[in-house]
């Protein structure tokens, strides 16, 4: 389970709620936001509203441990959570659960813009081990307690486990830091695009209707394709998995890889340099198999989830929000 799992938003009501799909702030909310951000709206932004993310995961896993069963357990009958240390799952099966923690780490894309626009750059790296190691201490220890007191019957969006009451008030208590996230998220490849149609011209910094048509066009760009290929696969597990193969891995894997290489290509050839040119071809090998295999086996899990269940459509009303 990663924390993406558990905050994806769905549908929270348990009447008929017709949004084009399960309601997803990200692909709906605009994204207006300039390119020039201020410090003091991104230390907001942080240190506030992300926060509810986090508030929301933990009530859920509070949820689930005092419960008497998940949501989607047999309500009738002994029950005890059939979590396992190992299993034996068929490839398709592993490689779309490793896709899927590719999908939750993919985010380092982002440290590079921000890096760029850190008064002191000199604190990147303590900062981005602080942030990994928080980041993933919340992944392991979130996703151990819930999986241990839910077993098999973890609901995808994981929100949904611990029943519809709860699952209405952790999907309310991350609403703002989800509507941030999204803008967030939305910016960063939107700015990257705008920088880049608009490099080495007077429109890259000054208020003119090209400026703002450029800027316009590209976050809209970013949001609509995002809609569209959230709202084409409604299978929240077989969507993540799907992302974190074809275009996780081609964010954090092979990229790092080619950099190093770019950089120390022509340094001199000692021990640890060759250490490093193999690692860095581990990295570009592992990234390359895990996006090739990751793909079908998130390909194939769609299919299978379609087969076993019917599915939802796209653009559909049918609730997903993985409870009863």
Known sequence: MSLGDATHPSKCTTRSFCAQGPFEPERIIPNLFPPRATISVLQFTFSRWTKANTLA???????????????????????????KITSSPS??????????????????????????????????????????????????????????????????????????????????????????????????????????????????????????????????????????????IPVFGGLVSLIGALLGTLLSFQPYGCMWLYDNWKNERTTKWMLMVVWCGFVILSGTFLMIAGTYGSVVGIIDSYAASGGSAAWSCADNSGSV
């Open 57 to 83: 995961v933990l009530v859920l896993t509070v949820a689930v441990g005092v419960q008497d069963r998940p949501a989607s357990a047999p309500q009738t009958g002994p029950w005890s959570s059939d979590y």
């Open 91 to 232: 490839f398709t099966e592993a490689i779309s659960a490793v896709s899927s923690l590719v999908f939750a780490f993919a985010g380092t894309p982002g440290f590079f813009p921000i890096v760029s626009e850190m008064r002191d750059p000199r604190r990147y790296t303590r900062s981005l081990i602080i942030c990994q190691a928080t980041v993933t201490s919340i992944y392991i220890a979130i996703g151990i307690v819930v999986y241990y007191f839910c077993g098999s019957y973890v609901a995808s969006p994981a929100l949904g486990s611990a029943g519809v009451t709860m699952k209405k008030v952790c999907y309310g208590l991350a609403l703002p830091g989800l509507c941030v996230s999204t803008i967030l998220l939305s910016h960063l490849p939107a700015k990257y695009v705008f920088i880049r149609i608009l490099r080495g011209s007077r429109h890259l910094t000054q208020n003119t209707m090209v400026h703002w048509i450029t800027w316009l066009s590209c976050t809209a760009t970013t949001i609509i394709i995002s809609y569209i290929v959230a709202s084409a």
